[in-house]
């Protein structure tokens, strides 16, 4: 069986999360110096880092799942795990107690906003 997760469809769920509207690099590398060539502040910046950092690893995991154990994703259950990822991340590095996981996934127009 081949692996059929589509890491495009997954970095443009990823950028509609962050309100983006981005066309596809044709690598990787474009898209680190992309993500990385922008200057965010606050909280916002160390989300970005994590998230794309997550995002990277959650496609990594998967594909090996799909390949060595036959298991099948659909994209919007990779990009669910990204931002339980992001959220779980955060919280842990800036033991941060008033966003939930919850709120990470649905509010992050807000919270990435937040002054350390």
Request: net charge positive; hydrophobic share 50%; with cysteine.
């Amino acid at each position: 069986m081949q692996c059929s997760i589509n890491s495009w469809l997954v970095w443009s769920e990823i950028m509609e999360w962050w309100n983006i509207q981005w066309v596809c690099p044709s690598s990787l590398a474009e898209v680190a110096l992309w993500w990385f060539g922008n200057k965010f502040r606050n909280l916002e910046k160390h989300i970005r880092e994590v998230c794309f950092f997550a995002t990277l690893w959650s496609i990594w995991l998967t594909r090996n799942g799909c390949i060595f154990n036959g298991a099948t994703t659909r994209a919007s259950e990779v990009v669910d795990l990204i931002k339980t990822r992001v959220a779980m991340w955060m919280k842990a590095k800036f033991d941060i107690k008033i966003y939930t996981v919850e709120d990470f996934k649905g509010y992050l127009d807000g919270i990435r906003k937040v002054k350390l």
